[in-house]
């Protein structure tokens, strides 16, 4: 089965960083879109970027551009989230996700549908 658990989360300063993992297992990793999304507190979940892990092609929403990057690395069947320049409206619990290459469409204006694989979060608190 497809598993996904997430890790790295920690309490920050604005201003600094933090990279987070994605350790995936259960499916055949080059094939599928893996994606990185947010809940703050009281709002919804939010798509903040993502990544073909087979040909590197990848998508980032406007909020994050600039201080986020995705990466990611076959060997070890992890995806990356590397986060910059933190701010507080940054806080909220980050999930990782993954959909098949066939169901996600990374040049979409809002390529985040088709992700129905989820890991359980991992905390990130960005204090102001």
């Known amino acids: 089965e497809v598993q996904l658990v997430e890790s790295g989360g920690a309490s920050v300063q604005a201003g600094g960083s933090l990279r987070l993992s994605c350790a995936t297992s259960g499916f055949s990793f080059d094939d599928y879109v893996i994606g990185w999304f947010r809940q703050a507190p009281g709002k919804g979940r939010e798509g903040l970027l993502c990544i073909h892990n087979g040909d590197g092609t990848t998508y980032y929403a406007d909020s994050v551009k600039g201080r986020f990057t995705i990466s990611s690395d076959s060997a070890k069947k992890t995806v990356y989230l590397e986060m910059n320049s933190l701010k507080s409206e940054d806080t909220a619990v980050y999930y990782c996700?993954?959909?098949?290459?066939?169901?996600?469409?990374?040049?979409?204006?809002?390529?985040?549908?088709?992700?129905?694989?989820w890991g359980k979060g991992t905390l990130v608190t960005v204090s102001s």
């Open positions: 996700a993954a959909g098949p290459n066939t169901e996600v469409l990374l040049t979409a204006a809002s390529p985040f549908s088709g992700m129905n694989h």
